[in-house]
């Protein structure tokens, strides 16, 4: 099965570098895949779920923050400004950041940091999804204070 290597790098660190079979991700435009022989492409990256598919028909996630992705037809690069790993994501503190963002929201925020505080509040929506959604794909239960947060 032909592969396409897969760079994700951010400020902190090179978070994965592998051959994959495709990835999926949330372009400006629109959620795309991006198989081997892809034609060249660059596009600014929304925040949301990277998905990783390798050859073995696994798959893997990443919420990513943000940023930017360099598509050549034998590999990818992703410059995020965030990017964590599925299982490496806190579920306490992605809620706790939720939370906070709605409670600055709701109370009400300078107009000049509005936008900041709702891109706060969509990076953690976008990390509880990724790693709630890991959890269910490998059956296990919400633990206590993990309640479904539907969002975005």
Same mark, same amino acid.
Do not use: C, W
């Given at each position: 099965m032909e592969t396409i290597r897969l760079e *994700? $790098?951010?400020p902190e660190r090179q978070a994965l570098a592998e051959d994959v079979r495709s990835v999926t991700l949330p372009g400006v435009s629109g959620e795309?895949? *991006? =198989?081997p022989r892809h034609a060249p492409l660059m596009t600014l990256l929304n925040p949301g779920e990277l998905v990783i598919r390798y050859p073995d028909g696994d798959e893997v996630a990443f919420a990513v923050g943000g940023g930017v992705a360099e598509v050549r037809p034998d590999k990818v690069v992703i410059l995020a400004d965030a990017a964590e790993r599925e299982d490496? *994501?806190?579920i306490a503190r992605a809620e706790a950041a939720r939370? !906070?963002?709605e409670r600055l929201l709701k109370e009400g925020v300078p107009p000049e940091r509005r936008r900041e505080v709702e891109l706060s509040l969509r990076k953690a929506y $976008? +990390? =509880?999804r990724v790693a +709630? +959604? !890991?959890r269910r794909r490998r059956g296990l239960q919400p633990r206590a204070g993990e309640e479904e947060t539907s969002g975005e």
């Amino acid at each position: 099965m032909e592969t396409i290597r897969l760079e *994700i $790098v951010t400020p902190e660190r090179q978070a994965l570098a592998e051959d994959v079979r495709s990835v999926t991700l949330p372009g400006v435009s629109g959620e795309m895949t *991006i =198989l081997p022989r892809h034609a060249p492409l660059m596009t600014l990256l929304n925040p949301g779920e990277l998905v990783i598919r390798y050859p073995d028909g696994d798959e893997v996630a990443f919420a990513v923050g943000g940023g930017v992705a360099e598509v050549r037809p034998d590999k990818v690069v992703i410059l995020a400004d965030a990017a964590e790993r599925e299982d490496e *994501i806190d579920i306490a503190r992605a809620e706790a950041a939720r939370q !906070r963002a709605e409670r600055l929201l709701k109370e009400g925020v300078p107009p000049e940091r509005r936008r900041e505080v709702e891109l706060s509040l969509r990076k953690a929506y $976008v +990390r =509880l999804r990724v790693a +709630r +959604r !890991r959890r269910r794909r490998r059956g296990l239960q919400p633990r206590a204070g993990e309640e479904e947060t539907s969002g975005e």
